[in-house]
């Protein structure tokens, strides 16, 4: 067990070192791009350590060009300070390479859909997706009684999206 909480801890810094390194706030996904394209973590593990770095205040949240994005807290900047040394310097040294040489890809927007269809008399199918990088992270389609629930169904996963996608995901998982 202690093994894994060391590593989930190494995680967590390796976030923190990015957002740094990266000297600009990010959204959930730039971050996980960025990790998940350097270490074997999961989308899903990435978002779970990102929600204990927010309410363990080193990340705080803002809302910039009406996008949440991710910022370190002074306490996260002096965490990283005092433990930086736990993050293995092979892995610094990636990052670093990695920053260098993909800031416009970690840059690319992230897509999201929400549109709804006719069917039947009084019956709407909803599709919904998120995309990244130009591959689907989740499509959903649902059936919509009235034109208003579809269009409240379509608002609500354009302004909520990564809160939506990350419930979906813990109720899956």
């Not at 859909?113 to 599709?127: P, R």
């Amino acid at each position: 067990m202690l093994f894994n909480s060391e590593q989930q801890a190494e995680d967590k810094l390796i976030i923190l070192y990015a957002l740094k390194k990266i000297k600009t706030s990010l959204t959930r996904e730039q971050v996980a791009l960025i990790v998940i394209e350097n270490l074997q973590i999961s989308y899903f593990d990435i978002q779970l350590y990102i929600d204990d770095l927010i309410k363990d205040e080193f990340l705080s949240t803002l809302e910039y060009d009406g996008k949440s994005v991710l910022s370190l807290t002074p306490m996260g900047k002096e965490t990283l300070n005092v433990f930086h040394d736990k993050i293995p310097i092979y892995i610094t040294d990636m990052i670093d390479l990695y920053l260098r040489e993909n800031r416009e890809k970690i840059f690319k927007e992230v897509k999201v859909t929400a549109n709804y269809q006719k069917k039947g008399d009084s019956d709407f199918i909803v599709e919904l997706k998120l995309h990244e990088n130009n591959i689907v992270l989740m499509e959903i389609s649902l059936n919509a009684p009235t034109l208003k629930l579809a269009l409240d169904i379509c608002n609500r996963w354009k302004e909520n999206t990564q809160e939506l996608y990350t419930s979906v995901l813990k109720a899956l998982t």
